[in-house]
């Protein structure tokens, strides 16, 4: 036990820097080289960007291990680089002939088929997402600079931004989910791609649990939860497999022959949890 906890020790940080580069840049070639982002959520980069952003604001008051903040870094530059690829290979609107693919087909691609307020994350322009990113990184920096010189307050907000942060990163795994369930298929979803996000979840629980280094519970518990989540992934791929959605027209839907929520080409939630972010 604790050779292999030893053993761990060294192989899981170096897995959990290189996994989102790995698993991401697969994602990444593919959609540049087919020049289509169809089938691909947009939810990913969203959820990943955020939660990593959060995750190095929260580093500061929790000096967690470094490992972690490498990676966040590390995800933010290939979800950066996804991001641009997919918005410039998104495809046309339904109403033009092209895929519905989520989240371009227009306001009402929401999870749960409601509409966004303002669209959000659904903007067929490319420059509110960049915005986006930047007011939010803006924002944190102002409260990191503010709150700074007040111990106590500052504690308790490092705190709330990290465990904030990494419960947006655990509903990571939520879109797939939700996207195969409707579509009764997990087209697009590499086994590849999944059975890393498993090797990797089992890999950090351990590694969570064992390290000597300072692995803040925030971590874990939202670990844990992303984990039951890519379990679950896994059961839908053995209930579906990867056979092509059957495409059934949803009510007051007006083009009755595209599946408004998913598209179905290259799946989305095509990277680890890893972050996905490990």
Not at 63 to 81: E, W
Not at 203 to 226: H, R, V, Y
Request: charge should be positive; proline fraction near 8%; glycine fraction near 8%.
């Amino acid at each position: 036990m604790g050779y292999l906890a030893t053993l761990t020790g060294y192989a899981a940080p170096v897995f959990l820097i290189t996994s989102p580069i790995l698993t991401y840049a697969d994602q990444a070639v593919s959609m540049h080289r087919s020049r289509s982002s169809a089938g691909f959520s947009l939810d990913i980069p969203l959820i990943m960007l955020v939660a990593s952003i959060f995750r190095i604001f929260y580093y500061p008051g929790a000096k967690f291990d470094t490992a972690l903040l490498i990676q966040s870094f590390c995800n933010i530059g290939i979800q950066v680089i996804l991001l641009k690829i997919a918005l410039d290979h998104r495809p046309p609107p339904s109403s033009k002939g092209g895929d519905a693919a989520l989240p371009f087909a227009g306001a009402q691609d929401g999870l749960w088929g409601m509409q966004r307020p303002y669209n959000f994350w659904q903007w067929r322009s490319p420059k509110p997402y960049w915005q986006f990113l930047l007011y939010l990184f803006i924002i944190l920096t102002i409260f990191e600079l503010a709150l700074a010189p007040f111990n106590s307050i500052y504690l308790a907000y490092s705190a709330l931004i990290g465990y904030v942060g990494l419960s947006i990163e655990a509903t990571l795994p939520i879109p797939q989910l939700l996207v195969n369930a409707r579509s009764g298929s997990c087209k697009g979803l590499r086994f590849s791609v999944l059975a890393s996000w498993l090797f990797g979840d089992a890999m950090k629980m351990f590694w969570f649990f064992t390290s000597t280094s300072e692995i803040p519970w925030a971590f874990k518990l939202c670990g844990m939860f992303q984990a039951g989540c890519d379990v679950c992934l896994g059961v839908q791929y053995m209930i579906y497999g990867d056979q092509s959605a059957s495409i059934k027209p949803q009510q007051n839907w007006p083009y009755s022959g595209v599946k408004p929520h998913v598209s179905l080409p290259p799946s989305g939630r095509q990277t680890p949890l890893g972050e996905k972010g490990f």
